[in-house]
């Protein structure tokens, strides 16, 4: 550790804030305190402030206007980010923002404007960049075990319709998390699927050139519960992507071709790299991701002028961009989108 403990305060209580900020890393931290904490239900930010002997404040404007809180986490439904991470920035404060860290590019573009323009931190909670099974095929592909690639494949499969957190873990309450199954930030295309995109970017090192998508959605429901997203990438490069909320078979989470070799990850916990001369090799042990102490490591690094932010916005805000064209291009039975980036972020 350097220095003292950085203030931070936490916007949202729900399955990120409460079990994947709060008690996935902040409450042991060395480098963080969380002092204040808030949620629009009295009891969840009561429970909070005693758990983590934070203060609870009633709205997320008295939190920003807490003095001792240098930097904010924003972990409330999709739709309202905006707004508060501009405020936060505008008031002096360093600001994480949950994926995705916006709905629409003009929101993402705005955001990243503020941090400019007030100096501050910018940065979003992209945390399974730091999934083991991501790191090993990032390594595998950057140290050219297949060769080039030239096609990959991502899949995740959820358990049915999201829940709000339960007492002692995420995503395991009685009642529906409702924000998540309505238009304009629910479904799997901005619940999940910004993972597996940020994913694809990070491991062709930029945005895609092109989006295609294919929903579909029950009857009755007003979001979809299945994407199938195709990016194309330069050189012909292709990454397809597939999410289910719904799946009784639990298909294989990732396949990398490249023309000397194939990784297969059936799992979170091994995967295994074929190689083109007939020879394989397995890894195993790859723990399932469960905090992210890296990102907020890197994070308190960059407050201290250490080292670059652990997710650079622009790299997020190209999620945004994907997410919208997918959307169009949905709508359009799936034609090809060329995509537009937000100013700036490239």
Known sequence: ??????????????NSGWHYHAEGTLAGSNDFELVAVTSARAERREAAAARFGAVAHQDWQGLIADDRVEVVVVATPHH???????????????????????????????????????????????????????????????????????????????????VVAGTDR?????????WAHRGGGGGVSY????????????????????????????????????????????????????????????????????????????DFTSLRLERADGTTQH???????????EFYHQLAAAIRGHGPVPVDPREAAHTVAVLEAAHAS?????????LETVDGAQ
């Open 1 to 14: 550790m350097s220095g003292e403990r950085i203030g931070v305060g936490l916007i949202g209580l729900g």
């Open 80 to 162: 309202l980010r905006e707004s508060v991470a501009v405020a936060a920035l505008a008031a002096g404060k360093h600001v994480v923002v949950e994926k995705p860290m916006a709905v629409t590019t003009a929101q993402a573009g705005a955001m990243l404007d503020a941090a400019q323009a007030h100096g501050r931190i910018l940065t979003v909670f992209q945390n399974r960049r730091w999934e083991p099974s991501f790191q090993l095929i990032r390594r595998l592909v950057g140290e050219g075990e297949v060769g080039p690639v030239w096609r990959v494949e991502e899949r995740r499969m959820h358990g049915g319709k999201y």
């Open 170 to 178: 995420p995503h395991a309450g009685s009642d529906l998390a409702t």
């Open 191 to 266: 619940l999940i699927a910004p993972h597996l995109i940020d994913h694809q970017v990070v491991l062709h090192g930029e945005p895609p050139e092109t989006v295609s998508a294919v929903m579909h959605t029950y009857a009755g429901d007003e979001v979809e519960h299945y994407l199938d997203l195709r990016l194309g990438f330069g050189g012909g490069v292709l990454s397809r992507i597939e999410i289910f909320r719904e799946n009784v078979l639990d298909l294989p989470k990732w396949a990398v071709f490249g023309e000397q070799g194939t990784i297969m990850c059936d």
């Open 283 to 293: 890894y195993g042990d790859l723990a399932p991701l469960q905090s992210c102490d």
């Open 330 to 338: 949905a709508r359009a039975g799936g034609d090809l989108v060329r």
